[in-house]
């Protein structure tokens, strides 16, 4: 893969990982009230769940890109 073509898929992913983190901060801060209210968060919990894992994915495509730059 091209070096500019990685730098190019890199700068898009650190966009997302920081969108991601925003998002579950909120989520997880949501959670909190929920259960603080006595809310019924298993919808939330769930949903939270799935965004870690897109998260997790996140990070680990990021890492990848890293590699192809400093093998």
Do not use: C, F, W, Y
Request: proline share 1%; aromatic share 0%.
């Amino acid at each position: 893969m091209h070096k500019d073509t990685i730098m190019d898929e890199l700068r898009q992913v650190e966009l997302d990982v920081v969108e991601g983190e925003r998002r579950l901060a909120e989520l997880e801060e949501l959670l909190i009230e929920s259960k603080r209210l006595n809310e019924n968060v298993t919808k939330l919990e769930a949903e939270l769940e799935v965004m870690r894992k897109i998260q997790l994915d996140r990070e680990q495509n990021r890492q990848r890109l890293l590699s192809l730059l400093h093998p």
